[in-house]
């Protein structure tokens, strides 16, 4: 399937939701940006983001894709950062919120915004590679 985002950058999908499973990956990185409002919205997605948190499977989470963890309801008790905008839904999941660059829970990388993807991806990579 092809698609646009916000600013037309076209890419292409080659699965559906319902085609993925999380026995097939090893880490998930879920998007920031406006994305997230969209997936958490779709079974097959929070579906896929509780099989990764109960494996205990590399996370990752930038900018707004908390909601997708929280509509996953997989934050309880954990230490996370995030948009500054989305503070109050984490914490009101039941998360721990850092004003950081990144935070590293466990298997749960999560970072605040693109200038902090440097940061973020090493941190990420570390998790991924220590599975």
């Known amino acids: 399937m092809q698609t646009r985002n916000t600013y037309g950058v076209p890419a292409t999908s080659h699965y559906s939701y319902s085609e993925v499973k999380g026995e097939d990956y090893d880490a998930i990185l879920v998007p920031g940006g406006w994305a997230p409002d969209k997936i958490r919205r779709f079974p097959e997605v929070l579906s896929l983001i509780k099989h990764m948190e ?39 999941a039941g998360a721990n919120w850092y004003d950081e660059p990144v935070i590293v829970d466990g298997h749960l990388v999560s970072s605040r915004r693109p200038p ?16």
Not at 57 to 77: D, F, R, T, Y
Not at 116 to 131: N, T
């Open 116 to 131: 902090d993807l440097p940061d973020y991806l090493r941190e990420l990579i570390k998790v991924i590679e220590s599975q």
């Open 54 to 92: 109960e494996n205990k499977k590399p996370i990752g989470q930038i900018c707004h894709a908390g909601w997708v963890l929280i509509s996953a309801k997989v934050l309880e008790g954990k230490k996370v950062t995030s948009t500054p905008g989305i503070k109050d839904d984490m914490e009101n």
